[in-house]
């Protein structure tokens, strides 16, 4: 049984193999040198002279170094130090269930305290609208928060 499938399979790809070698008449008849593609039209020529620099913005002229001219580079515009973003930020106040709370910034997560809370190692002591939030940081030392503007 075996020996008939693999002689089947052998006249089948026989056949196929000599189907795809026979002579193939293509689709459509070669053109004629007559009948090829039409020349592209020629470009137009730019003037022989430009009017403008294309390149050029404006009416500004190209500076042009003069050969014993030296060039001096000029000094590096140094930078204001800024100051590091503080740890503790007051954004503002919030009466909540009838108790004053602060709106602080704490290594950048925002929460709310009132007197006596604590957030991420700092607790806020005292709280008012008019002269800011009075906090305890994590190393013991007080910090005083001014009200923002």
Do not use: C, N
């Amino acid at each position: 049984m075996k020996r008939a499938a693999l002689l089947l399979t052998a006249l089948v790809g026989a056949f196929a193999f000599a189907l795809s070698r026979g002579s193939h008449v293509p689709a459509s008849p070669p053109k004629a040198p007559s009948e090829a593609r039409p020349a592209p039209a020629p470009r137009p020529q730019p003037p022989a002279e430009l009017t403008r620099d294309p390149f050029e913005y404006g009416g500004s002229t190209v500076r042009t170094e003069q050969p014993g001219a030296a060039v001096v580079p000029s000094a590096p515009v140094e930078a204001a130090p800024s100051r590091p973003p503080a740890a503790v930020r007051l954004v503002g106040f919030v009466q909540q269930a009838g108790r004053l709370r602060a709106a602080l910034v704490i290594e950048g997560e925002t929460v709310l305290l009132a007197a006596g809370e604590a957030a991420s190692g700092y607790a806020l002591l005292a709280a008012d609208e008019q002269s800011g939030a009075r906090l305890r940081a994590p190393d013991g030392s007080e910090i005083v928060l001014e009200v923002p503007e």
